[in-house]
């Protein structure tokens, strides 16, 4: 057995000798990506599919660049093909060893083409989960345990795929699968809001980005808006995200564009597409539109708030004016 | 009396299948694409009081904001009842809260597997595979704990085989008596196939796979004509009913107004 990111032990070691003291951690996209996220780290990677995914750090990460990368997460889109697009492009700037998950591709907006040239070249090592099982290795790492039993998908050549094991459950006699904990050296995640001290408030559904801040050995935020603590304090039982799992806070608003926000935007769904063309043309052979792709939004933008710059106004406007309205406003919308 | 759409497409007749096989009032854990139509149609039609569970947290909800374009869209959590993450939502199907899951897959084989992880040789092959695909997802989660599960996909040959390259989310395995059971398996497995081309059950014994009707405009011969594999066929197969004008109407007008799911061609 080999353990990626921390073993338990580690884990555990790592958070006694931690600062878990109540302070001001509001930094930079720049700050915060120099200070935890390493050459060689796991990253867990928050969100699902392209929901909340953390595109302002992986713009980051891109821009400073990373190597010999595992990138651990449930179901995602945006952030691993960004990334994986980066180390199609440029290997020497950007390189991911070994990805740990379960989905990699859009949904509606179909199959990730950088995963497949990456794939099915042999050029990154590939662990199949199920979305349970990724879900699941998080929460053992959240709950201080090394393995969590499960009981899917028990029989699937996913079980023959990856670390897990299968046993005769000693109380019932039954076979149980034995999924083990996944405890990543950094966690990146987008929020809607969080205070200064890293307590974070999610709204609609949490996906696994609780429990992959509190199994992770640092956890970096970025958030829609910074709320003073007080509308932290005044009710606790929102916050979802405790302040002592965080390290670095940064206010990204749009920080999940083109992916959607609940709550805040819907997809950026000219952009999605723009980009999903531009990758499929890579893997047919043709780079120019993806390089230009890189070049336009990431690697000449000078931060995140550039990159948003960069994006036309009334992209930005329908994203917001989609979400979180009834379908006749919707469809108001959609006629304009 | 029915008035039945004049014309429409195999996808569009599939869609309304899968709506059609969604009883009331019982609980769905829908997958990603066609399940997300066929759901938000029974919901507007013979089934208001589904309740549907999506992975990423949702449960419960009413699709009345548009149709979601992922199960993690915030259109999911619409009038949603309870509303966590995914880790809650597998739980509710591993503790046996979930009537039917309802999934798609790239490929099935006779007893009801399905791969959606990749094409080629596994596991000798797993490393540098001639197709890449995106993976399980939940739908291995779903196929297993689920207390049975509806499939949903297009009727190609190149999609039902006798051997998949993959096992992602299991059916009845080799079709031998207990082997869900002894794979620690909770779930009694696939219920329907509901295809472009028929509605699909499995033999009682055998667990193999059966046409139980055709639909409109296909006949026995045309359906195994576009399976990989010989199928079963029901002594009382009879032929689907077609889609109703309203049906087509809500998919285009109510649903799918953008084609997100509905348009895309389906290559014969």
């Known amino acids: 057995m080999y353990w990626t990111g921390l073993s338990p032990d580690e884990a555990r070691e790592s958070l006694a000798n931690k600062d878990k003291s109540k302070k001001d951690k509001r930094m930079t996209l720049s ?18 599919v392209n929901s909340r995914q953390p595109l302002a750090l992986v713009h980051e990460v891109i821009r400073q660049g990373r190597k010999d990368l595992i990138l651990s997460f449930q179901s995602a889109g945006l952030a691993p093909e960004l990334l994986a697009g980066a180390m199609a492009l440029f290997p020497d700037r950007l390189h991911i060893r ?10 509606y907006a179909g199959i990730s083409p950088i995963f497949r040239y990456l794939a099915e070249n042999g050029m990154v090592a590939v662990e199949d989960w199920s979305n349970y099982n990724m879900s699941a290795r998080f929460k053992a790492g959240a709950m201080g345990l090394p393995f969590l039993p499960v009981r899917s998908p028990l029989g699937s ?30 966690a990146l995640i987008h929020v809607q809001e969080a205070d200064m001290y890293g307590n974070c408030r999610i709204k609609g559904q949490t996906f696994t980005c609780p429990e992959i801040a509190m199994a992770s050995q640092h956890t970096v935020i970025t958030c829609e808006k910074l709320v003073e603590h007080e509308v932290v304090t005044a009710a606790p039982a929102r916050t979802s995200i405790p302040f002592f799992a965080v390290d670095a806070v940064v206010e990204v608003p749009f920080g999940a564009f083109p992916a959607m926000c609940h709550d805040c935007y819907y997809f950026g769904q000219g952009h999605i597409a723009m980009l999903r063309q531009a990758a499929e043309e890579f893997r047919k052979g043709n780079k120019a539109g993806l390089e230009s792709y890189y070049d336009k939004f990431i690697l000449s933008a000078k931060d995140f708030d550039d990159y948003i710059g960069r994006i036309p106004y009334k992209e930005l406007k329908l994203a917001r004016q989609m979400e979180s309205r009834s379908l006749e406003l919707q469809k108001f919308v959609e006629s304009c | 009396m029915a008035c039945h759409a004049e014309s429409f497409t195999p996808q569009e007749m599939l869609i309304v299948a899968g709506a059609r096989q969604l009883e009331d009032e019982k609980v769905v854990f829908v997958g990603t694409g066609l399940p997300m139509v066929s759901i938000t149609l029974a919901q507007l039609t013979h089934a208001p009081g589904i309740i549907p569970v999506f992975e990423a947290g949702a449960v419960g909800s009413s699709l009345i904001r548009g149709l979601p374009l992922s ?18 939502a597998f739980e509710l199907t591993q503790r046996g809260f979930i009537d039917y899951g309802f999934i798609g897959g790239a490929e099935i084989d006779p007893y009801g597997n399905l791969n959606s992880t990749m094409i080629g040789d596994f596991p000798v092959g797993y490393r540098k595979p001639g197709v ?9 989660d779903m196929a297993c704990s689920c207390t049975q599960t509806l499939i949903i996909m297009a009727h190609e040959p190149r999609r039902f085989r006798r051997r998949l390259s993959y096992y992602t989310s299991m059916g009845y395995f080799d079709g031998s008596p207990d082997a869900r059971k002894k794979a620690g398996l909770q779930g009694k497995g696939p219920y329907r196939v509901i295809t472009t081309k028929a509605l699909m059950g499995f033999d009682e014994e055998t667990k193999y796979m059966k046409i139980l009707a055709t639909m409109p405009g296909e006949t026995v011969e045309s359906v195994q004509e576009a399976t990989g594999f010989e199928l079963m066929v029901d002594p009382d197969a009879y032929e689907y009913e077609p889609p109703l004008k309203e049906e087509i109407r809500l998919i285009h007008e109510a649903i799918d107004t953008q084609g997100y799911f509905v348009k895309r061609e389906i290559k014969q």
């Open chain 2, 132 to 140: 890449r695909l995106p993976g399980s997802g939940g739908a291995g």
């Open chain 2, 71 to 88: 199960v993690g869209d915030s259109r999911t959590t619409c009038k949603a009842d309870y509303l966590q993450g995914l880790n809650a």
């Open chain 1, 98 to 107: 070994r990805l740990e998950f379960a989905y990699f591709a859009h949904e």
């Open chain 1, 31 to 48: 700050q915060a990506v120099r200070s935890f996220v390493s050459d060689g780290a796991n990253i867990g990677i928050g969100g699902f």
């Open chain 1, 157 to 186: 050549d996913i079980m023959k795929s990856n670390r897990s094991r299968t046993m005769e459950c000693p109380f019932t006699g039954r076979t149980i699968g034995l999924i083990p904990a996944s405890h990543p050296n950094v």
